[in-house]
């Protein structure tokens, strides 16, 4: 009966009885595609004012009738004389973070998994999410009361002690420091959520029969667990990899950063904001955020490659 009533089906139909019979996920998809459309897909078409003299007082068509200068400002950009520290600051502050930061949040979620006691295991995962839903703002608030030079807690802390404290605020060579530390604190819990839910489809069985092989946790941890996961870890550090131009955080940059250690919290994130929407200098911003994005482009493909080739794993 079934084989007949496919047979008996009319052909052409078969779209839209599949849209009417699931209209609400269409209108999900759809409202999805729509999203990416304009405001991802869309806007790459004024990736040409990097190569255009546009000017603001002609409005968005200054975008297409902008005169055509090529590559003038990527040139300039590229002879900058302030083009290697941004580039030093931006690509170590990435480095750094991707090196400490990435195990980290993998450590933490093994941790987690680990942990015998349900009830204190679901008060530290709720704590060390929580960071990651307070704004910047409110992060170098924090940073500030505890290592400002004058009234900062650790401060006074470390003078009734008799240690002098380091200007950690103010001198450049603390601020790589401070800004991987910072991100560590904020973004650690949430990071290893992925992780957690990668975990969590483990097998038990596995654990079970390690277990009565005479296997120990730190056996089992890294003969079930963390091969488990392998996949999960390769994909994200593609993707770790290919957004280090763009993981020294802008957002932190402006807000850590100060007159006195700017020689190493000015990245190229930041010199972009303040050359366009500062200075009204928009060729020459989206010059530089060009060279960003191309370079984090050829970043996530030689990671692809990368990983495919020696950890059996790749996003395409």
Partial sequence: MDALKIIRAPKGNGILRDIRKRYLLHMFVW??????????????????????????????????????VGLKYLEEFLTNRKFGNLMQNTLIISVLKLILNFPMAIAFAVMLTEMPWPRFKRVVQTVSYLPHFISWVVVSGIMFAFFSTSQGLLTDICSKIGIEMPPILIKPEYYYGLAVF?????????????????????DPTLYESAQIDGAGRIRRIFSITIPSIKGTIAVLLIMG??????????????????????????????????????????????????????????????????????LDSSLF
């Fill in 31 to 68: 409202m999805g595609l729509i999203h990416l459309f304009l405001f991802s897909i869309l806007p790459i078409t004024g990736v040409q004012m990097a190569f255009r003299d546009f000017k603001l007082r002609e409005g968005m068509a200054g975008i297409w009738t902008g005169k055509w």
């Fill in 182 to 202: 910072s991100e560590l604190w904020k973004e650690m819990g949430w990071n290893a959520i992925i992780y957690l839910a990668a975990i969590s489809s483990i």
């Fill in 241 to 310: 990899v290919g957004g280090l131009m763009g993981g020294a955080n802008m957002e932190q940059s402006m807000l850590l950063g100060n007159a006195t250690n700017i020689a190493a919290s000015e990245i190229i994130e930041l010199y972009v904001y303040n050359q366009g929407l500062g200075s009204g200098r928009y060729s020459y911003a989206a010059a530089a955020g060009l060279f960003q994005s191309v370079v984090s482009l050829v970043l996530v493909v030689f990671a692809n490659r990368f990983s495919r080739r020696f």
